[in-house]
């Protein structure tokens, strides 16, 4: 058997560690029944069965960032950090979206009809939207050197902006109308129309809260109010998922994983308070 040194997953069979494994012999070890599974078999619980298949798209050299939604895998990269590649999950072929002078793609974001990225030039970090179906390219904002935190959910693009004299801010491109507004705070999460995000509150606490926000209709909510601050959120549909911690082990208090549940019908708040 070739000499090949452990890898980080110690519990792997010794047979599948050889130097050029393959994944069909995996699929056949992880399907055997317990009593034929070799003692040094992956855990019960991380087997995955068979795998339909695994391919390599791309060698992505200088490799950025990627992103994925249900039809394309987007990334950047490139040999000078300044081409964008689009691959089109259901046909199987890339296309390079666009080769710039400046390294493009620190961040870079796919959904739907929408790719956006952001590029850097010395300390400036420059926003671009890009619309698949038309090709239509824009430079939505130029900011200091702060990680964007980039978003999108299809429609609206999202993002942290901010300059070296300024706190950052939290702003939301919509792709339709073309109008972009300032939310303030931090750490932005949106899906469908519904834009979750920390705002710190003033005074010497400065704890942070959790605001959320329907883009189309307007109706803001402020979901906590406590004396800790709340974690980054995840908004997933008409669900808005966030943690709280509390710096002393010793209290059981302000801490814990907590889910808010939008209205069928919102009128005046887009959550109710859990």
């Given at each position: 058997m070739p000499q090949c040194t452990l890898g980080p997953e110690p519990n792997l069979p010794l047979d599948l560690l050889a130097c050029g494994g393959n994944l069909d012999r995996f699929a056949a070890a992880s399907d055997k029944p317990a009593g034929e599974t070799p003692a040094r078999d992956l855990p019960a619980q991380r087997h995955w069965g068979r795998v339909g298949s695994i391919q390599t798209i791309d060698a992505a050299h200088g490799l950025l960032s990627?992103?994925?939604?249900?039809?394309?895998?987007?990334?950047?990269?490139?040999?000078?950090?300044?081409?964008?590649?689009?691959?089109?999950?259901?046909?199987?072929?890339?296309?390079?979206?666009?080769?710039?002078?400046?390294?493009?793609?620190?961040?870079?974001?796919?959904?739907?009809?929408?790719?956006?990225?952001?590029?850097?030039?010395?300390?400036r970090t420059t926003l671009v939207v890009y619309r698949l179906s038309t090709g239509q390219k824009k430079v939505v904002d130029e900011f200091g050197p702060f990680n964007p935190e980039l978003q999108s959910d299809g429609r609206y693009v999202a993002w942290n902006r901010g300059e070296d004299d300024t706190d950052t801010e939290v702003w939301v491109y919509d792709t339709e109308t073309g109008r972009t507004i300032d939310l303030g705070g931090t750490w932005p999460s949106i899906d469908d129309g519904r834009i979750a995000w920390l705002r710190s509150l003033p005074g010497p606490a400065g704890?942070?809260?959790?605001?959320v926000r329907d883009l189309a209709s307007g109706p803001t909510t402020q979901l906590t109010n406590s004396q800790w601050s709340d974690q980054p959120p995840a908004v997933d549909g008409g669900h808005v998922v966030w943690s709280r911690r509390n710096s002393d082990p010793s209290s059981s208090q302000g801490r814990g994983i907590f889910v808010a549940t939008a209205p069928a019908e919102p009128s005046v708040a887009a959550l109710d308070r859990p």
């Amino acid at each position: 058997m070739p000499q090949c040194t452990l890898g980080p997953e110690p519990n792997l069979p010794l047979d599948l560690l050889a130097c050029g494994g393959n994944l069909d012999r995996f699929a056949a070890a992880s399907d055997k029944p317990a009593g034929e599974t070799p003692a040094r078999d992956l855990p019960a619980q991380r087997h995955w069965g068979r795998v339909g298949s695994i391919q390599t798209i791309d060698a992505a050299h200088g490799l950025l960032s990627f992103d994925i939604d249900n039809t394309h895998i987007a990334w950047a990269g490139g040999p000078d950090l300044n081409e964008l590649y689009l691959y089109d999950l259901a046909s199987g072929e890339t296309r390079k979206v666009t080769q710039d002078s400046q390294q493009n793609g620190e961040s870079i974001v796919v959904k739907g009809d929408i790719l956006a990225w952001t590029g850097r030039t010395g300390d400036r970090t420059t926003l671009v939207v890009y619309r698949l179906s038309t090709g239509q390219k824009k430079v939505v904002d130029e900011f200091g050197p702060f990680n964007p935190e980039l978003q999108s959910d299809g429609r609206y693009v999202a993002w942290n902006r901010g300059e070296d004299d300024t706190d950052t801010e939290v702003w939301v491109y919509d792709t339709e109308t073309g109008r972009t507004i300032d939310l303030g705070g931090t750490w932005p999460s949106i899906d469908d129309g519904r834009i979750a995000w920390l705002r710190s509150l003033p005074g010497p606490a400065g704890q942070d809260v959790l605001i959320v926000r329907d883009l189309a209709s307007g109706p803001t909510t402020q979901l906590t109010n406590s004396q800790w601050s709340d974690q980054p959120p995840a908004v997933d549909g008409g669900h808005v998922v966030w943690s709280r911690r509390n710096s002393d082990p010793s209290s059981s208090q302000g801490r814990g994983i907590f889910v808010a549940t939008a209205p069928a019908e919102p009128s005046v708040a887009a959550l109710d308070r859990p």
